[in-house]
């Protein structure tokens, strides 16, 4: 654990912002790059401590690995049946993208393979990968049936494709299925109950790879032809860039500018959330960039100072699952607060982030109603400050930062370290951008 930090109240945010490149497509990048036939190099790749564990990964499976200063890594592909038997069981850290991606892959080789992470990580449910993925052919054992680590055996006989209606909505296992579709004999086709983010479908249509893309149903015909390594710099992270969006639009006379913003528009649904809680978003220097839409964000709170509450359920919360925590926090300042249904994935998060939020907002003197499916925040409460449980979670740490700044006493937070998982430059930032 890290040292306990303390945060105060801020006056006012302002200033520019450019958060690191976006964790699902640094995560992406990096696999799609090992497996390519040349070199990629990767500009603006996440500086997290999650896509460090897939490089990391990636290296145990005999792929070089060279980071050069300035966020810049270069990979060299191996091609897709070029990947090495590992030494030693692949540790994914906390990273729940590297485990289930990769288990796409490692179902698929011809050498066994092990992959376990941190103690969250533990926890986390693997059956929704290792179904489908057994379906295909592959041999997977798990501990407890279905939590890390997890053994693949070699497959012999290669995988088959398959066509499945994931029970879930999760980008992590549609990208599993697609990766092992590379590999498989005959069709993959997926489809999702709500549409989730589609990285790794853009990736690979932008690789040359035949794609049959129609909403919330992607169709692969395997096995495919190498394609090419590529150079690409990373958009900024879309959900780092949420808790400074969040801060900006709780202030009336907030300037706040982030800059370099993925805009996919699965991964955008926040602006309108907040556009439509009477926030204030410009958005600037719009661009295409190898299939991912890329801009800078201008922000502040509504004039009034009113922010509007909303009831975000079904596919709107899949959309936001990772903005909800800092969205949690915010209701408190909003007329009617917010309420999230359709929300039991949070609970399976890197904490049960539903029990985080409901305790912590509690511990800062806000009321609010826990539920099996989400949360009822109401608003507007004021937040008195105290002690905050990050739960090891990077989410949760850095929604408190940011509940921190509204507070009228300071906020510690036990564990602050834990940001680093997605963005270690957070807390300098958030202070850099605050007037006290
Ligand atoms: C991710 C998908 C989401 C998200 C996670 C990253 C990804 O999870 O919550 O932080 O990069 O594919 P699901 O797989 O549950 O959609």
Redesign the pocket.
Known sequence: MSAPLTLFPARNLSGAVRPPGD??IS?RYAILSALAEGSSRLEHYSTGADCQSTLACLSALGVEVRREGGGVVHITGRGLHGLAAPAAPLDAGNS??TI?LLSGILAAQPFASEIFGDASLSRRPMRRVIEPLRLMGAEIAAAAGDRPPLRFSPVSAGLRGLEYAMP??????K?ALLLAGLYARGRTVITEPEP??DHTELMLRQSGIPLELAPRRVALAGPVAGWPGRDFRIPGDA?SAAFFLCAGAWYPDSGVLIEEVLLNPTRSALLDLLRRMGARIEIVNLEQRGGELVGSLHVSGPASGRLRGARIAGAETVAL??EIPVLAVLATAAEGGLEFADAA?LRV?ESDRIAALARNLRSLGAECEERPDGLRVPGPQSLRGGRVETCGDHRIAMAFAVAALRCQEPVTLDDPGCAAISYPEFFAELARLSEG
């Open positions: 964790k699902s995560h729940g993208t289930r879930v909505a999760s980008a992590q296992v990208s989730t983010r959900s699952i990772d994935e998060k």
